[in-house]
């Protein structure tokens, strides 16, 4: 008998079948991503979780009976039952009752309906972003405001001391005194000590001659510094633009009774993708929720997204609300500025030249990026809302899109985007 | 003899050591039980999560489908729906059992007792797995079976491979021999025998009979339907075998990947048919085997009682209207069974007499018992050995749904006028000749559209269920390369329905 102990051995054995069967239930797993994303707050987005994924679309089928014709089946646990007596059918229990005895076992364990799927945060996220097609997101370059810092460029011969290179110079140093070959401390130290021992003996001659060496040896030392000034380095900055690595992103939108549970839908679901693509470009994202009627208010998420409000609505009431959260919190130095507004496209009239200069003169030279997603019902052709209209005058100005259906917020997404990467390709 | 074994829960590999020595010293001495070798080898509980997932082999070739197995029993055992199981055995030789490393020292024994003792002695002696699987090979054959489909993928891609894999899956069931066949005649002995023939025509010849005059010329008269199913083999139960025979469009490693699948499934076929009596043989033995540690004080009293704890939960059998009943517990029906075949032989009563003649009485229950464990299958030994007071004891009852009657019917109950029906009845259930429904290959239509032809013969009015049946006669449409039919025609050979399938297009 042996006894092998298997416990060392490398764990994972089921990892690359796991991950077939991901690849293999996408299409339902990526619905069922779609899902739950909805129903998470836009932070949590990526964040690892369980799916529950319906088990019919990664059956295996077999040849099976169906509940079709007469089963017999023997139980156990008779209490009052005597032969021939009848049994009314429950309601749906009489083909369950058939289906136990004939039914697939690879089917899985019993008539499960359903089928829980523990994903990682990698794997939701890539998920997430492969049901919008999102793949190469992360290779895209995104302009960025950079502040500029001293960045280290080698070395140099000159400079302050504070700069001093010490390692470097030593090496020079030690470089140069090998290939000048100077005489190391042991080799003047031994020929000192033979030259008083020829000294004591009564060979002049021979000692003579060792004298001489170990002068020879001295003078070379003198003449061959340890350090000398060509050695010495400095080490080099250069200034060079540095990456700010934090990120805000504002959301903004309207609020008011004429926006629909639809409109939000698509509206937060732009955010997501946003704040996804933001959470991977920089260390830190924070994001600021402005909703709006005719005034703004900063608020959380969950007031953002759920409570209605009703009033009239002024875009500029909004803009000035970022304005002053940016000039107060995010100074532009040290924050890429990314603003997202969602809009049903109504505007007061009158309000729109207090916009345009808003716009113009704070926001767009403040802001990394603003995106302008007017939402609508699917199907309406309403015309060009003022909203539109407003910013259409603008130049440069923010970009623009329309969206009526979930479908359609990734490929603006990216239109967003690869416009922005291609006017920078050009300029 | 007396010396405790462990005392504890703490085991170390000299417990181990110990407690197999002392085990199988029961076993072996005192059972007379003949077993494979064994090997015990310690595992952590993921990677036992990994043996479900790959039905228990060591080694298995890659599929999503173990991925999926995978990701549903990690889901059930991190929410504490699903303990795992205290061991896995395989039917190899050596006998290789997986213990868990949490397991307490008395589980350990429990776990030798039952899988390396109980489960190795069946797997060597029922004469289904002697006859059907090679237990020196199938380890060799996985390896083989991995690295072949391994490089498969790279050669041809993984998709080609996964969509063939897939469509020889769904066909699994229908890919073993359900009866033992002819060999295929080797070509020695083939050759061995064609000399022979010839030597005798030599030794008959005679010039005489060259003078008569020629008769009629003796055709056999056939028909093609005929010629066809001989040199097709035909009808062919065996759906996976005839494929890989036959299919005019597949390449060889196409060939081979279904041989593998076949190969699998057929070395399955014997453990679906023996689910009671492996179990029951197992408990049985590892029941005799704990009681006589206890006896001869190699195990605590503390042990001994946390064995039966266990014991208990595993031969646990909730009556048809509990909340937890969900199917017959085969550990429980056999373990009934077989510890009731003791008492008849040591015990009997009048009516085990009328009953088992042939075991009342006998007072070798052991013997009695192997002989069992080696010549009968789950259909068998019900049918012959389940007893009157099993069945009292379970309170069996019939219950037949028929949807040409408003109602359900009580067929029999556990009574003198019930007992043999209800023991029928109960066979057949475990009878995989009626539970898998019979599907045969019948024809080919070879002047025609090469269409396969294939008949299920329906019984009891069970059809196939139709989504599933779609769905693997569009594999098998697949793999054959031109439609399929399949018939389903019941007991007077009337049609009932027809599915038919195209096969998609394919890459290869």
Same mark, same amino acid.
């Given at each position: 008998?042996?006894?092998?102990?298997?416990?060392? +051995?490398? $764990?994972?054995?089921?990892?690359?079948?796991?991950?077939?069967?991901?690849?293999?239930?996408?299409?339902?797993?990526?619905?069922?991503?779609?899902?739950?994303? /909805?129903?998470?707050?836009?932070?949590?987005?990526?964040?690892?979780?369980?799916? *529950?994924?319906?088990?019919?679309?990664?059956?295996?089928? /077999?040849?099976?009976?169906?509940?079709?014709?007469?089963?017999?089946?023997?139980?156990?646990? +008779?209490?009052?039952?005597?032969?021939?007596?009848?049994?009314?059918?429950?309601?749906?229990?009489?083909?369950?009752?058939?289906?136990?005895?004939?039914?697939?076992?690879?089917?899985?364990?019993?008539?499960?309906?359903?089928?829980?799927?523990?994903?990682?945060?990698?794997?939701?996220? +890539?998920?997430?972003?492969?049901?919008?097609?999102?793949?190469?997101?992360?290779?895209?370059?995104? =302009?960025?405001?950079?502040?500029?810092?001293?960045?280290?460029?080698?070395?140099?011969?000159?400079?302050?001391?504070?700069?001093?290179?010490?390692?470097?110079?030593?090496? +020079?140093?030690?470089?140069?005194?090998?290939?000048?070959?100077?005489?190391?401390?042991?080799?003047?130290?031994?020929?000192?000590?033979?030259?008083?021992?020829?000294?004591?003996?009564?060979?002049?001659?021979?000692?003579?001659?060792?004298?001489?060496?170990?002068?020879?040896?001295?003078?070379?030392?003198?003449?061959?510094?340890?350090?000398?000034?060509?050695?010495?380095?400095?080490?080099?900055?250069?200034?060079?633009?540095?990456?700010?690595?934090?990120?805000?992103?504002?959301?903004?939108?309207?609020?008011?009774?004429?926006?629909?549970?639809?409109?939000?839908?698509?509206?937060?679901?732009?955010?997501?993708?946003?704040?996804?693509?933001?959470?991977?470009?920089?260390?830190?994202?924070?994001?600021?929720?402005?909703?709006?009627?005719?005034?703004?208010?900063?608020?959380?998420?969950?007031?953002?997204?759920?409570?209605?409000?009703?009033?009239?609505?002024?875009?500029? $009431?909004?803009?000035?609300?970022?304005?002053?959260?940016?000039?107060?919190?995010?100074?532009?130095?040290?924050?890429? *500025?990314?603003?997202?507004?969602?809009?049903?496209?109504?505007?007061?009239?009158?309000?729109?030249?207090?916009?345009?200069?808003?716009?113009?003169?704070?926001?767009?030279?403040? $802001?990394?990026?603003?995106?302008?997603?007017?939402?609508?019902?699917?199907?309406?052709? =309403?015309?060009? /809302?003022?909203?539109?209209?407003?910013?259409?005058?603008?130049?440069?100005?923010?970009?623009?899109?329309?969206?009526?259906?979930?479908?359609?917020?990734?490929?603006?997404?990216?239109?967003?985007?690869?416009?922005?990467?291609?006017?920078?390709?050009? /300029? | 003899?007396?010396?405790?074994?462990?005392?504890?829960?703490?085991?170390?590999?000299?417990?181990?050591?110990?407690?197999?020595?002392?085990?199988?010293?029961?076993?072996?001495?005192?059972?007379?039980?003949?077993?494979?070798?064994?090997?015990?080898?310690?595992?952590?509980?993921?990677? %036992?999560?990994?043996?479900?997932?790959?039905?228990? %082999?060591?080694?298995?070739?890659?599929?999503?489908?173990?991925?999926?197995?995978?990701?549903?029993?990690?889901?059930?055992?991190?929410?504490?729906?699903?303990?795992?199981?205290?061991?896995?055995?395989?039917?190899?030789? &050596?006998?290789?059992? !997986?213990?868990?490393?949490?397991?307490?020292?008395?589980?350990?024994?429990?776990?030798?007792?039952?899988?390396?003792?109980?489960?190795?002695?069946?797997?060597?002696?029922?004469?289904?797995?002697?006859?059907?699987?090679?237990?020196?090979?199938?380890?060799?054959?996985?390896?083989?079976?991995?690295?072949?489909?391994?490089?498969?993928?790279?050669?041809?891609?993984?998709?080609?491979?996964?969509?063939?894999?897939?469509?020889?899956?769904?066909?699994?069931?229908?890919?073993?021999?359900?009866?033992?066949?002819?060999?295929?005649?080797?070509?020695?002995?083939? #050759?061995?025998?064609?000399?022979?023939?010839?030597?005798?025509?030599?030794?008959?010849?005679?010039?005489?009979?060259?003078?008569?005059?020629?008769?009629?010329?003796?055709?056999?008269?056939?028909?093609?339907?005929?010629?066809?199913?001989?040199?097709?083999?035909? &009808?062919?139960?065996?759906?996976?075998?005839?494929?890989?025979?036959?299919?005019?469009?597949?390449?060889?490693?196409?060939?081979?990947?279904?041989?593998?699948?076949?190969?699998?499934?057929?070395?399955?076929?014997?453990?679906?048919?023996?689910?009671?009596?492996?179990?029951?043989?197992?408990?049985?033995?590892? !029941?005799?085997?704990?009681?006589?540690?206890?006896?001869?004080?190699?195990?605590?009293?503390?042990?001994?009682?946390?064995?039966?704890?266990?014991?208990?939960?595993?031969?646990?059998?909730?009556?048809?209207?509990?909340?937890?009943?969900?199917?017959?517990?085969?550990?429980?029906?056999?373990?009934?069974?077989?510890?009731?075949?003791?008492?008849?032989?040591?015990? &009997?009563?009048?009516?085990?007499?009328?009953?088992?003649? #042939?075991?009342?009485?006998?007072?070798?229950?052991?013997?009695?018992?192997?002989?069992?464990?080696?010549?009968?299958?789950?259909?068998?030994?019900?049918?012959?050995?389940?007893?009157?007071?099993?069945?009292?004891?379970?309170?069996?009852?019939?219950?037949?749904?028929?949807?040409?009657?408003?109602?359900?019917?009580?067929?029999?109950?556990?009574?003198?006028?019930?007992?043999?029906?209800?023991?029928?009845?109960?066979?057949?259930? !475990?009878?995989?000749?009626?539970?898998?429904?019979?599907?045969?290959?019948?024809?080919?239509?070879?002047?025609?559209?090469?269409?396969?032809?294939?008949?299920?013969?329906?019984?009891?009015?069970?059809?196939?269920?139709?989504?599933?049946?779609?769905?693997?006669?569009?594999?098998?449409?697949?793999?054959?390369? !031109?439609?399929?039919?399949?018939?389903?025609?019941?007991?007077?050979?009337?049609?009932?329905?027809?599915?038919?399938?195209?096969?998609?297009?394919?890459?290869?």
């Amino acid at each position: 008998m042996y006894v092998i102990d298997r416990r060392l +051995n490398p $764990s994972g054995k089921s990892l690359p079948n796991r991950q077939r069967f991901l690849r293999r239930a996408g299409k339902i797993l990526r619905e069922a991503v779609r899902n739950l994303s /909805s129903s998470r707050p836009i932070r949590e987005i990526g964040d690892a979780g369980v799916v *529950i994924i319906p088990a019919r679309g990664i059956e295996e089928p /077999s040849f099976h009976t169906g509940g079709d014709g007469a089963h017999s089946r023997v139980l156990p646990g +008779n209490k009052e039952f005597l032969e021939g007596d009848r049994i009314a059918r429950q309601s749906g229990s009489g083909s369950g009752r058939g289906k136990g005895s004939g039914s697939n076992a690879g089917g899985g364990g019993g008539g499960e309906d359903e089928f829980k799927v523990a994903l990682s945060a990698e794997e939701f996220l +890539n998920l997430f972003l492969e049901d919008l097609e999102l793949p190469d997101l992360e290779r895209r370059k995104l =302009s960025l405001t950079d502040s500029t810092g001293l960045r280290r460029a080698g070395y140099q011969r000159g400079g302050s001391p504070a700069n001093l290179a010490l390692t470097r110079t030593m090496r +020079n140093a030690l470089s140069r005194r090998m290939a000048l070959k100077r005489p190391k401390p042991e080799e003047i130290e031994r020929a000192r000590q033979a030259a008083t021992d020829a000294e004591l003996g009564d060979d002049e001659e021979q000692s003579e001659a060792l004298r001489a060496e170990l002068e020879a040896l001295e003078l070379r030392t003198r003449s061959i510094p340890y350090i000398d000034p060509i050695d010495i380095r400095y080490r080099r900055f250069e200034p060079s633009p540095r990456p700010i690595a934090q990120a805000v992103m504002f959301c903004v939108m309207d609020v008011s009774g004429s926006m629909t549970e639809h409109m939000k839908d698509i509206a937060k679901r732009f955010f997501m993708l946003l704040y996804v693509f933001l959470e991977r470009r920089y260390k830190q994202v924070e994001i600021v929720f402005i909703r709006h009627t005719d005034e703004a208010r900063e608020v959380d998420e969950k007031t953002f997204f759920e409570s209605r409000e009703t009033g009239g609505t002024r875009v500029s $009431s909004a803009l000035k609300e970022t304005l002053r959260i940016i000039e107060e919190r995010y100074p532009v130095a040290d924050w890429n *500025i990314y603003i997202a507004q969602a809009s049903d496209g109504d505007n007061e009239s009158g309000d729109s030249e207090k916009s345009l200069a808003l716009m113009r003169e704070g926001l767009l030279p403040l $802001s990394q990026y603003f995106a302008y997603l007017e939402v609508d019902e699917p199907h309406s052709d =309403s015309p060009m /809302s003022t909203l539109w209209k407003t910013y259409a005058h603008l130049d440069p100005g923010p970009t623009m899109r329309r969206v009526t259906s979930r479908q359609e917020i990734y490929p603006v997404f990216r239109e967003l985007f690869k416009r922005r990467a291609d006017a920078e390709a050009s /300029s | 003899m007396s010396a405790l074994l462990f005392e504890g829960a703490d085991w170390s590999f000299d417990t181990i050591q110990r407690i197999h020595d002392r085990v199988e010293e029961i076993a072996l001495g005192e059972m007379k039980l003949e077993v494979y070798p064994n090997q015990i080898e310690i595992i952590t509980a993921e990677q %036992m999560l990994d043996g479900y997932a790959a039905s228990g %082999m060591p080694i298995n070739y890659s599929h999503w489908s173990f991925g999926k197995r995978f990701v549903q029993h990690e889901g059930h055992y991190r929410k504490g729906f699903q303990d795992l199981a205290y061991e896995i055995v395989i039917n190899s030789s &050596p006998c290789i059992s !997986y213990v868990m490393e949490g397991n307490t020292a008395l589980m350990q024994t429990l776990v030798i007792a039952h899988a390396a003792f109980g489960h190795n002695h069946f797997f060597r002696n029922n004469t289904l797995f002697k006859e059907w699987t090679d237990a020196t090979g199938i380890l060799d054959y996985l390896q083989f079976a991995k690295t072949y489909i391994a490089h498969c993928e790279e050669t041809y891609g993984e998709r080609a491979v996964e969509s063939l894999l897939d469509a020889a899956h769904a066909l699994m069931s229908h890919g073993v021999h359900r009866s033992p066949r002819r060999r295929k005649t080797d070509f020695r002995t083939e #050759q061995a025998r064609a000399a022979e023939r010839r030597a005798h025509d030599e030794k008959i010849y005679n010039e005489l009979w060259q003078t008569l005059p020629a008769g009629m010329p003796k055709t056999v008269m056939r028909s093609p339907e005929e010629r066809l199913a001989d040199l097709l083999e035909l &009808p062919q139960e065996n759906i996976l075998y005839f494929l890989e025979k036959t299919a005019p469009r597949l390449a060889p490693w196409q060939r081979e990947l279904l041989r593998i699948v076949r190969l699998l499934a057929q070395y399955f076929h014997p453990q679906r048919q023996t689910k009671v009596m492996n179990e029951g043989t197992a408990t049985y033995v590892h !029941y005799k085997i704990m009681n006589r540690l206890h006896e001869c004080g190699n195990i605590t009293d503390g042990a001994f009682l946390e064995f039966l704890g266990s014991h208990t939960n595993v031969v646990f059998q909730p009556g048809f209207d509990d909340r937890r009943f969900g199917a017959i517990n085969p550990y429980a029906l056999g373990f009934a069974m077989m510890t009731d075949l003791e008492r008849i032989c040591v015990k &009997p009563t009048e009516e085990d007499r009328d009953w088992f003649p #042939q075991l009342a009485g006998c007072n070798d229950p052991v013997n009695a018992l192997k002989d069992i464990w080696a010549n009968y299958r789950d259909e068998s030994f019900i049918s012959q050995f389940l007893s009157p007071r099993v069945m009292r004891d379970w309170r069996m009852f019939q219950l037949v749904d028929d949807p040409k009657e408003p109602t359900l019917r009580v067929e029999a109950i556990h009574d003198e006028r019930g007992y043999r029906r209800l023991r029928r009845a109960f066979a057949r259930e !475990y009878d995989l000749g009626h539970t898998d429904p019979q599907i045969e290959v019948v024809s080919v239509d070879l002047e025609g559209d090469r269409r396969l032809i294939l008949q299920h013969s329906v019984r009891d009015g069970r059809l196939l269920a139709g989504r599933d049946a779609g769905e693997v006669l569009g594999y098998l449409a697949d793999l054959w390369g !031109y439609p399929v039919l399949l018939r389903e025609v019941d007991e007077h050979g009337n049609g009932l329905r027809e599915h038919t399938a195209e096969p998609r297009q394919r890459s290869a």
